[in-house]
């Protein structure tokens, strides 16, 4: 059983930049692919990016702007935001899984989340 729990998340103005971690333990760490995703209040659960090894993924919405990374002897995965605009307002959470996706059913584990606001 792996335990995924997120932090760095909060409030900050559009242009802002923040920086997302999530740790991980109870498992192999660096077998996992990670992956970010993110939702809105009422709406279905969105794709951000995932590291499996060194390969990443990103969805269009936030490629140039978002860089996911690792540290495997830390457990953690990172999610750097950098020029955030208010449609970045979400819950985002990290997810484990053993297949690299964009698909959240793809993931085993989950954590709660941390909450994201972006001003204008």
């Known amino acids: 059983q792996v335990q995924l729990v997120e932090s760095g998340g909060g409030l900050v103005q559009a242009g802002g930049s923040l920086r997302l971690s999530c740790a991980a333990s109870g498992g192999t760490f660096g077998r996992y692919a990670m992956g970010w995703f993110r939702q809105v209040s009422g709406k279905e659960r969105e794709f951000v990016a995932v590291?499996?090894?060194?390969?990443?993924d990103y969805a269009d919405s936030v490629k140039g702007r978002f860089t996911v990374s690792r540290d495997n002897a830390k457990s953690t995965v990172y999610l750097q935001m950098s020029s955030l605009k208010p449609e970045d307002t979400a819950l985002y959470y990290c997810?484990?899984?053993?297949?690299?996706?964009?698909?959240?059913?793809?993931?085993?584990?989950w954590g709660q989340g941390t909450q994201v606001t972006v001003s204008s």
């Open positions: 590291i499996s090894g060194v390969t990443t």
């Open positions: 997810a484990a899984g053993w297949l690299m996706s964009r698909r959240g059913a793809s993931y085993n584990y």
